[in-house]
């Protein structure tokens, strides 16, 4: 079960406006899961509360029924005349069924507090991953307060799947990616949840993968390919993380789609190496080093394969000659085009990670053990780096900021790497590191519904489906 919060809102001293487009009749309708909205709340055989809010002394409070995966709202310390209801909302708060107040009621003549009907919180015929709020006002005035979003531990038994259940609320199943972030994050985040399928067993979003394929197998290029070399990289590791977890040959030959298309964008530039987008103006670290995780995992999935293995290892061949992993066995994004050498010197941890993941996929193709070595020497260097670590928690240098589009999605992409060498060694040597980031992330930077903000040593700044990716690698992550 989830450690219950007892969040508390700050009260609106104004009339509540929605954001432009905010309210939606979707999450209006009447949802029959186990049992139809507007249940009486006396028949929950369980009670949590995991939120509150006030406003002028009077207690808003969002009530819920984890066994049934319903909920109520009530208001307390009240007078005749308050009003009460709630929201539900499927895409984590920000939509909401601002246009019907579930079960709006008011307190009766006589009494100081009152309750609305239990309401569902998912839909689970229509796939609608849910949140509720309460929210109420006093009879004579026109503030309204609303306690933060939260469900029912459905879908959210511990802080892994709770993590897996807030990254499918920016799930859009209309096309197939999560909202609030991009086409390459997305491959990370669909990643992140086929990853949370084998590590919790829990297939409730496994719906997410054949959906994500047949919306996009014929975007941008086809086979999930696009300007950008590193992004098709992303997306075929998703989808032979897809064949690994189904079987689905599908997924294994649009793989091998991708790794073909990186390899039409390696030349003898600088002696070797994949670019990093169509334009040829810049090889980097990142794209590199998934060109080898790529074809090294290939050539582990493919029977009598020589061209993937012959591609992998040409592929580290050329990346140790290039100064791209620096004296501190740290990382650098790039090289320069007019020496040849790493140019670039800013160190960020998915570059880490990503090298250490494709490392690992290398010697397991070879079982050269030197590169397993290397692997590690890496893996030690970027967790205890003071620079990527201060305070011992990982954090990317663009974080004093808000790190953009693409930076929320760098540590996950790291640990994931790391999870994946950890496992690959006898002694398990990240175990301790990755449990305090976890452990941080889960106890600093997580709101009532566990999503996760930015900086995992907290506070949560704001959410979104990269920063959430990031998190639900972390608990992927840790044992």
């Not at 984890?66 to 909302?89: F, I, K, Q, Y």
């Not at 000659?321 to 960020?348: E, K």
């Not at 929320?408 to 398990?428: E, I, S, Y």
């Amino acid at each position: 079960m989830i450690t219950v919060h007892l969040a508390l809102a700050v009260v609106l001293l104004a009339p509540m406006a929605p954001a432009p487009g905010a309210p939606t009749t979707m999450a209006n309708r009447i949802v029959c899961n186990r049992y139809c909205d507007a249940r009486d709340p006396g028949l929950a055989p369980a009670e949590r509360i995991p939120v509150r809010a006030s406003v002028y002394g009077r207690g808003i409070v969002l009530h819920i029924n984890d066994t049934d995966a319903m909920g109520w709202a009530s208001v307390e310390t009240g007078n005749p005349g308050d009003e009460v209801w709630l929201d539900r909302s499927f895409d984590g708060g920000r939509t909401w069924s601002d246009g019907s107040r579930l079960g709006v009621t008011a307190i009766p003549a006589g009494q100081r507090g009152w309750r609305t009907a239990q309401y569902n919180v998912d839909d689970w015929t229509a796939r609608g991953v849910g949140a509720l709020r309460a929210c109420g006002k006093a009879g004579d005035r026109p503030e309204i307060a609303c306690t933060p979003w939260a469900r029912s531990t459905w879908n959210a038994w511990d802080r892994r799947t709770a993590a897996a259940t807030g990254l499918m609320q920016f799930y859009d199943q209309n096309t197939g990616l999560f909202a609030t972030t991009g086409w390459w994050n997305s491959a990370n985040a669909l990643t992140a949840v086929i990853d949370n399928i084998r590590r919790s067993g829990m297939n409730s979003y496994r719906y997410a993968i054949e959906n994500t394929y047949t919306r996009n197998i014929n975007a941008h290029f086809g086979n999930f390919t696009n300007d950008y070399v590193d992004d098709t990289g992303w997306w075929a590791m998703a989808w032979i993380d897809a064949y690994d977890l189904t079987g689905d040959a599908r997924y294994l030959t649009t793989a091998r789609a991708g790794a073909d298309y990186m390899a039409r964008y390696w030349d003898g530039v600088c002696g070797g190496g994949v670019w990093w987008s169509t334009a040829r103006s810049y090889k980097n670290a990142i794209t590199n080093s998934l060109y080898i995780q790529v074809n090294a995992a290939l050539h582990n999935r493919i029977a009598g394969d020589s061209v993937y293995l012959q591609r992998a290892r040409a592929g580290w061949t050329w990346y140790a000659g290039t100064g791209m992993v620096d004296a501190r066995n740290l990382v650098v994004d790039g090289i320069s085009l007019s020496t040849c050498r790493a140019g670039n010197p800013a160190v960020w941890s998915y570059n880490q990670g990503v090298l250490v993941a494709a490392l690992t996929e290398l010697n397991r193709a070879t079982g050269d053990a030197a590169v397993l070595a290397k692997a590690r020497q890496i893996a030690d260097a970027s967790t205890t780096n003071a620079g990527l670590n201060p305070g011992g928690i990982l954090r990317d240098s663009c974080e004093s900021g808000d790190c953009g589009a693409d930076g929320p999605t760098f540590k996950g992409a790291d640990v994931r790497g790391l999870a994946a060498l950890n496992a690959a060694l006898p002694d398990h040597p990240y175990t301790t590191y990755l449990r305090r980031q976890a452990d941080t992330a889960y106890a600093a930077d997580r709101t009532p519904l566990d999503t996760y903000g930015l900086r995992w040593a907290g506070p949560v700044d704001k959410t979104d489906a990269a920063r959430q990716q990031s998190a639900l690698d972390l608990m992927n992550a840790a044992p």
